[in-house]
């Protein structure tokens, strides 16, 4: 059973930094993007960041970030263990919702999207 896990997350102050982890059960290859959303309550669920991986090989690590969080968060990737991170700093209130970490399957789960339980992100002025 293929598990994505979420590490991280919490209660940090305008301005402070706090760091995400997800880790997908599965081989790099079976993984073509990985990624972080976001929830707000009574909002949609927005693309805050993902990255490229070795499932698709011509677009491995590229990586892209909404306008709303360039230069204040950075997504990484740990190749030998198929975990990202999602460092944020300079958080903001608006930046408080739950995270959950996604994952788009390659080769045998080709097609398949995955997602992790969600953690709370909470930013108080």
């Known amino acids: 059973q293929v598990q994505v896990v979420e590490s991280g997350g919490g209660l940090a102050q305008a301005g402070g930094s706090l760091r995400l982890s997800c880790t997908a059960s599965v081989s790099t290859f079976e993984i073509a993007t990985m990624g972080w959303y976001r929830q707000a309550p009574g909002k949609q669920r927005d693309l805050v960041a993902i990255?490229?991986?070795?499932?698709?090989?011509?677009?491995?690590?590229?990586?892209e970030y909404a306008d709303s969080v360039k230069g204040r968060f950075t997504i990484s990737r740990d190749n030998a263990g198929n975990t990202v991170y999602l460092q944020m700093n300079s958080l903001k209130p608006e930046d408080t919702a739950v995270y959950y970490c996604n994952f788009e399957g390659a080769r045998r789960l080709r097609g398949r999207t995955y997602w992790g339980q969600g953690t709370q992100v909470t930013v108080s002025s």
């Open positions: 990255i490229s991986f070795g499932g698709i090989i011509s677009a491995d690590g590229i990586i």
